[in-house]
């Protein structure tokens, strides 16, 4: 019987649960492409102590925390949890589902803490919206809002946050085999998005598909609607800023959210993976990759053809 296995059946007793939903903002959208220069090291939270750097709230800034799912962290990050959120794991049949619940709420409990100082990783509550979208539970309005979005793949956890905004992210494995990805285009894109991803080489059409996917998840995440509710097939991307790499960015987003604000943020160059965010600021100064100890992954992002 493995370690969280043994703390699961002592803590199958009961639940609290309480709630206090935050409501969400809407701003307008602007395309910008960012490339980050990634230094391949081991994601790892070591000891993850609460004495590793502390964070100023992320103004006109986006943090996106990364950490690696593997055994170690898991069993580091499930101390963390709530009893709440050890009934949960028990609920979850899947090994893998698990790890990533594990690894996905303790990374949040810990990011978070590293911005409010005066709460430990323990002391926080969540909800989750109707779309999939976890918030923190607080009735104290001297907190600072924060709001934050979590993604993973099977290997890497993944969390946006910024200060006083909506924020999405997704992360998907550039190699990842997608069945059939043609017929969820045809499901999920608009016709022009379509008419774009057939218009590319047959050797770039599946990473193709996965970038604009990315970008397109990262935004009904930051609404809070989520796929199902978001409709991916109610707006779409500038496919001619998509040819260019994103550096022209003359209409960007048409459809269900024209007439809000949005900066989308594309970071590709963290192998093997997709990064997409949007966030609703209306402006961007700096994205930064930090491991969950705070510690800069390369240098900061740097946006082309920003206007």
């Not at 070591?46 to 590793?52: A, G, V, Y």
Request: proline letters at 4%; charged letters at 25%; a positive charge.
């Amino acid at each position: 019987m493995s370690v969280i296995e043994r703390q699961l059946l002592a803590c199958d007793m009961l639940a609290w649960q309480t709630c206090c939903f935050i409501p969400l903002q809407f701003c307008n959208r602007k395309l910008l492409y960012f490339k980050v220069a990634y230094c391949r090291q081991k994601l790892s939270i070591r000891q993850c102590s609460m004495s590793s750097p502390s964070f100023p709230l992320p103004k006109n800034q986006v943090h996106v925390w990364l950490s690696s799912i593997t055994k170690p962290i898991v069993e580091k990050f499930f101390q963390l949890l709530s009893l709440e959120e050890k009934m949960k794991c028990k609920e979850l049949l899947s090994l893998e589902n698990r790890d990533t619940f594990i690894v996905g709420r303790g990374v949040m409990r810990t990011a978070i803490s590293k911005y409010l100082t005066n709460f430990q990783p323990k002391d926080w509550s969540f909800a989750t919206l109707e779309g999939g979208k976890p918030v923190l539970r607080i009735n104290n309005p001297s907190i600072p809002r924060i709001s934050f979005s979590l993604s993973h793949t099977k290997e890497l956890c993944a969390l946006a946050v910024c200060c006083d905004g909506e924020i999405g992210i997704d992360i998907e494995n550039k190699n990842r085999k997608v069945k059939s990805y043609l017929d969820i285009a045809r499901k999920y894109l608009s016709d022009t998005e379509l008419s774009w991803l057939l218009r590319q080489p047959s050797d770039l059409q599946r990473e193709s598909f996965l970038s604009i996917w990315t970008l397109k998840e990262s935004l009904v995440k930051a609404t809070g609607e989520g796929i199902a509710k978001g409709s991916l097939k109610s707006f779409e991307l500038d496919t001619e800023a998509l040819d260019k790499r994103l550096q022209s960015c003359r209409k960007v987003v048409v459809g269900k959210y024209s007439r809000s604000m949005f900066h989308f943020i594309l970071l590709e160059n963290i192998d093997p993976v997709f990064i997409a965010v949007s966030i609703s600021y209306p402006q961007v100064e700096k994205v930064l990759c930090l491991d969950i100890e705070g510690n800069c992954l390369g240098t900061e992002a740097i946006p082309i053809g920003n206007q």
